[in-house]
């Protein structure tokens, strides 16, 4: 069988380190609720475009969402009470966005997977005060993808996305606009972002009360901001961008009929060739766009999205529209430079679960550079999970500021959905995962466990990366000053404050 018509069948980790195995581990339910339709997000409206330059105005709020029949849950937004709309980013144009938050406390705007400098990036060092805004201005040159927003603030990273703050981010290039892929938005293109969440007393989500230092999850899960969708398939070959949006759950998706689909690209870019499934496993913050083609099934069928054995969505088939897409066989060409002769290997070994968790045993600090990187240099990082596979957890580990090439998984071939750009890899226990890493910005970035209550737990660190012809100081903020924000905004005294990620640091007595 040549490799084209090979379908693999298996998720490819190590099923005793699934979460389904963690003492904490929230098993999915089917909800009790009638099918609602899908929620598909809109494409957010810029706020001008020229041939050059596209200007966006995003803003954090907080409202209340018609999640659950009865009483409204109380959300967090983007332009919307709930997630957002998708921001779609040309490649090659100059893009302005205006961020404002309108929230009762500080956050801030990470581009996960979005090529920048540390400035723009988002991370803990750059927030916005309730009240305020800021211009982010850059240029939009990577490949084509699905990313996504969330904010990430730590140590409150986790609860704001729970409360909402997340969203798709659609980079186009003329590449992708080339070839001939399912592309019509809402119809046969659809974003889904996997959730999930415990619907407390009248409908309220409680972070507080659902926390676990390995990861707050519910046992509902919430697709777009929907509970128990369905949606009508209008066509035969639909394509899915799946982002893994939930704090700790891992997604093992497989469809009614183990109906074979083809995923085309990874987190940063395409795939070089589309790979067939059954089976997908996608750890927090990854992402798959896949094509799911529908032919053998007729008007009033219905097809079910899976995790594990809990349906999380219904697709209603109807009369197919002319459908002329295709999925060719080359996808992309991998451009990664060559890896720079004499630099050392950078080893982040991931150690820990609950409240011990750490990079290279120590916990995250915001004013200690972890390692450094030039500019334009590419270099080997080798991650390593030192959980026992005896009762380890996989951690998915992503960067900021780049996307990576997989090179091998304890020496052997990466897995063949990794042949694209990433930005977020799993890493089993006892695993070692080497990657080929390279920097086109200027920044402090951080890198850590993508289990967002782990990155809140210190299970981060930060690389500085310089570029020698413009050596720049960056400005690092400190925690006391975050804390101090919180506080103040929560109307609390700083000792008082109860930051999901706090408990990590004082019960290992530390001090953030
Ligand atoms: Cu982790």
Redesign the pocket.
């Known amino acids: 069988m040549s490799e084209e018509d090979k379908v693999y069948k298996d998720y490819f980790y190590y099923e005793p380190a699934f979460n389904t195995h963690d003492g904490g581990y929230v098993p999915l339910e089917e909800p009790n609720i009638p099918q609602q339709k899908l929620k598909i997000p809109e494409p957010l409206k810029p706020d001008k475009e020229t041939d050059t330059d596209m200007y966006y105005t995003v803003i954090s709020e907080a409202g209340e969402s018609q999640i659950m029949p009865g009483i409204k849950t109380k959300t967090w937004g983007y332009n919307q009470p709930l997630l957002g709309k998708t921001i779609i980013f040309k490649r090659s144009k100059n893009i302005h966005v205006t961020v404002k938050n309108e929230l009762p406390e500080l956050t801030t705007y990470h581009w996960h997977g979005l090529n920048v400098s540390g400035d723009i990036d988002g991370g803990c060092h750059t927030p916005v005060y309730p009240g305020e805004s800021k211009v982010l201005n850059f240029k939009c040159d990577q490949p084509a993808a699905t990313l996504w927003l969330h904010a990430h603030p730590c140590p409150s990273t986790a609860e704001q996305v729970w409360h909402g703050l997340a969203t798709a981010v659609v980079v186009k290039d003329e590449h992708e606009a080339s070839l001939p892929l399912p592309r019509n938005y809402g119809v046969d293109d659809i974003p889904l972002i996997l959730q999930d969440r415990r619907f407390h007393e009248d409908n309220q989500w409680d972070y507080h009360k659902d926390y676990d230092p390995d990861g707050v999850q519910g046992p509902t899960a919430m697709i777009n901001g929907t509970v128990n969708p369905y949606f009508d398939v209008t066509t035969q070959k639909v394509r899915f961008r799946i982002l893994d949006g939930a704090n700790r759950r891992e997604w093992r998706l497989h469809f009614s009929d183990d109906l074979e689909f083809t995923q085309i690209t990874g987190d940063g870019s395409l795939l070089t060739h589309p790979v067939k499934f059954t089976h997908l496993m996608l750890t927090c913050a990854e992402r798959a766009e896949i094509v799911v083609d529908f032919s053998n099934y007729k008007p009033g069928d219905e097809v079910i999205l899976y995790s594990d054995d809990v349906p999380i969505v219904h697709f209603r088939i109807h009369e197919f529209a002319k459908d002329d897409s295709k999925i060719p066989n080359d996808l992309f060409k991998m451009n990664a430079p060559e890896v720079t002769p004499d630099t050392p290997t950078h080893k982040i070994v991931?150690s820990g679960m609950d409240e011990e968790?750490a990079i290279n045993d120590k916990k995250f600090n915001m004013q200690r550079i972890d390692t450094k990187q030039t500019l334009g240099s590419c270099e080997i990082w080798e991650v390593t999970n030192s959980n026992d596979c005896d009762g380890g957890?996989i951690?998915?580990y992503h960067m900021h500021g780049c996307l990576f090439q997989v090179l091998s998984r304890d020496g052997k071939e990466p897995y063949p959905n990794e042949t694209g750009l990433k930005d977020t890899i799993a890493v089993d226990p006892n695993e070692t995962v080497k990657l080929k890493v390279w920097f086109d910005h200027p920044g402090v970035f951080m890198y850590h466990?993508h289990?967002i209550e782990?990155e809140d737990g210190g299970?981060m660190a930060q690389i500085e990366v310089q570029d020698p012809k413009n050596p720049q100081k960056f400005n690092l903020m400190d925690m006391d000053t975050l804390m101090n924000a919180f506080a103040k905004e929560r109307g609390v005294k700083p000792s008082e404050l109860n930051l999901g990620g706090m408990e990590c640091y004082d019960k290992m007595n530390m001090k953030m």
Do not use: L
């Open positions: 991931m968790v957890m951690h998915p466990c289990i782990h299970m």
